[in-house]
């Protein structure tokens, strides 16, 4: 006697059977660019004027943010009272990623350079999310592994190249010459002091190159800095 093998409860042999991982009916499925634009459970937005601290060094580290509009600029101060730019950020970066590795408190203080837009994710809103959503999770490697280049790159940046190529490169990643998108060509107005920081030399050395680069039409001011792709001479030069 033949066994009906499509009884409820059993399944056909052969049958390609998706249901278990597949969502309820009732549960749309995961919208990246929605998730990081609106707030929700362990998530909240906050507009930031220009020159607002959103973390500083010792603060407690509870929470990842993502910098939906504007810039930030992460510094370090030393013992000694130095401090030094170690990285400008821009739309669409993740930051204060520290507090998922067991990081107590904040490394580094993170100012807005401009008026900024920043979602904050609570740290066990964060780890959920990586935990359940694949497409977040990739994205969040992404940026982790280009941060890693960066600063692979900053560091040989410092060591091999002069102050001239070093100022040069910055601010061509500042206007995201070398990146995915459009250049912004007009950058938000950063001071001389904030750039000597960024690449360690003195504010009067950042003005003679800055002059430097405006006569030999590289960069514009306007009601911004106009940086145009010809400034890659200096870095490529010898």
Do not use: W
């Amino acid at each position: 006697m033949r066994t009906d093998k499509s009884r409820k409860g059993q399944t056909p042999q052969g049958a390609n059977v998706r249901a278990t991982n597949a969502p309820p009916a009732n549960h749309a499925p995961f919208d990246l660019n929605t998730f990081l634009a609106k707030v929700g459970a362990g998530r909240s937005i906050v507009d930031y004027r220009k020159n607002r601290v959103v973390f500083a060094q010792g603060d407690k580290a509870d929470a990842v943010f993502y910098l939906r509009k504007g810039k930030v600029k992460l510094t370090v101060v030393s013992n000694q009272g130095k401090e030094a730019v170690v990285a400008i950020l821009g739309e669409g970066e993740f930051f204060g990623e520290g507090c998922l590795v067991a990081q107590p408190l904040r490394i580094a203080t993170a100012t807005t350079l401009t008026p900024c837009a920043i979602m904050r994710l609570e740290k066990p809103a964060m780890v959920r999310v990586l935990h359940t959503e694949p497409t977040f999770s990739e994205r969040f490697i992404t940026h982790l592994l280009a941060r890693n280049i960066r600063v692979e790159e900053d560091l040989v940046d410092q060591l091999f190249n002069s102050a001239e190529k070093r100022l040069a490169r910055v601010l061509l990643l500042l206007a995201n010459f070398g990146k995915e998108g459009k250049p912004e060509v007009v950058i938000p107005k950063i001071s001389q002091e904030t750039l000597a920081e960024m690449i360690g030399t003195t504010r009067s050395r950042v003005s003679f190159f800055m002059n430097k680069f405006r006569k030999l039409g590289f960069i514009y001011y306007n009601d911004g800095l106009e940086v145009h792709s010809s400034l890659l001479n200096i870095i490529l030069h010898d």
